[in-house]
């Protein structure tokens, strides 16, 4: 089989396409067709090894998986013994923030990892897209609970993580003002947002407005500068660790202080987000947003280089073999 490989972490320069043995199941394991996985910025992670702490989840000192990719949408094909709960032929899609080498044709996963068949009528990239930004959001959120009539800004609206956390906020009832480059603000409006700020016409933190959450999606800004904009009582949230790893450090001290504060978001249950995303996508709550921009495997390379540029929108799918057909 052809899969994406590499011995160490590294940039996406160092990746190669090589013809793999097709792995056998151990025992508890399934053995996925790959259809369609995603490039994300966990992968980015896991193949980097950056920030340093990926490293205690992706393997040290080396990476646990020399092939690269966190999630899938495929077919079962075959299984190991004892298990017992799938079939051969089964739709299913999953995710593990860890690395499960799943940017190959075929990948071989434990059945306790979260893990869910695919709904009647649902694609593969699809489906795909509803995986790792998407619990990053629903996580980001769930920390917070924010509720109906609280006003949440959003920085970041065209990102994966952004770009979920605007649908589920709105599947909430909640007021959304969502900040984005001006070439996307008919995109980011189509999301659901109910107002949106271009960032080359308007800097948000130095709106007269106040929030009771601002979450940044794209981890751009710092709590130092978002403090004005933030109810007195109001939270911040980012995607990033910040300069210095300040948002840990802030979200250690700012709720003893009382008033305003940083919560860290650190993920929590995969199998919980995927449950819910996967609801709201069947009741046409939720629809991931995926890049026009599609690759193949041979790809690797160009498809990590441009999820590093920071440029993506939404969701980059990776097609394999066939992957986008049901
Ligand atoms: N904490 C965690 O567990 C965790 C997990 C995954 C990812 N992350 C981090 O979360 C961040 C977002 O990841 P993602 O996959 O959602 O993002 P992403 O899709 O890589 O974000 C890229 C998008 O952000 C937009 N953007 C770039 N600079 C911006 C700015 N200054 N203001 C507003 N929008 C801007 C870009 O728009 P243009 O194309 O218009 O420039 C692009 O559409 C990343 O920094 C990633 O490392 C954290």
Redesign the pocket.
């Known amino acids: 089989m052809k899969a994406s490989v590499r011995q160490s972490y590294c940039s996406a320069d160092s990746i190669q396409l090589v013809d793999l043995p097709i792995p056998e199941p151990k025992p508890d394991e399934i053995r996925i067709r790959v259809m369609a996985t995603t490039v ?3 992968d ?2 896991v193949l980097t090894g950056k920030p340093y702490a990926m490293r205690l989840f992706a393997g040290f000192p080396k990476p646990r998986f020399a092939v690269t990719g966190t999630d899938f949408a495929g077919v079962v094909d075959k299984l190991g013994v004892g298990v017992q709960d799938f079939q051969i032929g089964d739709r299913v899609w999953g995710f593990w923030d860890h690395g499960q080498g799943t940017h190959a044709e075929y990948a071989c996963i434990p059945t306790k990892y979260p893990m869910l068949p695919i709904p009647e009528g649902v694609g593969f990239a699809e489906i795909v897209a509803c995986g ?2 998407a619990h ?1 959001a629903f996580n980001f959120l769930n920390k917070v609970n924010p509720s109906e009539g609280d006003h949440v800004l959003v ?8 770009s979920a956390a605007i649908q589920l906020l709105k599947a909430r009832g909640i007021l959304v003002t969502a ?3 001006e ?2 603000v008919d995109l980011v409006k189509s999301l659901g947002a109910d107002r949106v700020i271009a ?1 080359e016409k308007e800097d948000f933190t130095k709106e007269s407005i106040q929030y009771d959450f601002v979450f940044d ?4 800004s710092r709590f130092k500068c978002c403090k004005s904009i933030l109810k007195p009582k109001g939270v911040y949230l980012s ?2 660790l910040g300069p210095n790893w300040e948002n840990i450090t802030l979200a250690l001290y700012t709720p003893i202080l009382g008033g305003k504060k940083v919560v860290f ?1 650190v ?1 929590g249950s995969i199998r919980e987000s995927m449950d819910a995303i996967q609801s709201l996508l069947l009741e046409g709550k939720f629809h991931p947003l995926i890049d026009e921009k599609q690759f193949r495997l041979d790809q690797m390379k160009e498809a990590f280089a441009y ?1 590093a540029s ?5 969701n980059v799918i990776l097609k394999v073999g066939d992957g986008t057909k049901q």
């Open positions: 994300n910025r966990t980015l992670g790792e930004a990053y920085n970041g609206g065209t990102g994966g993580i952004g900040v984005c480059h070439a996307h960032l999606a794209v981890g751009k995607s990033e978001p993920p999820v920071g440029k993506k929108v939404g």
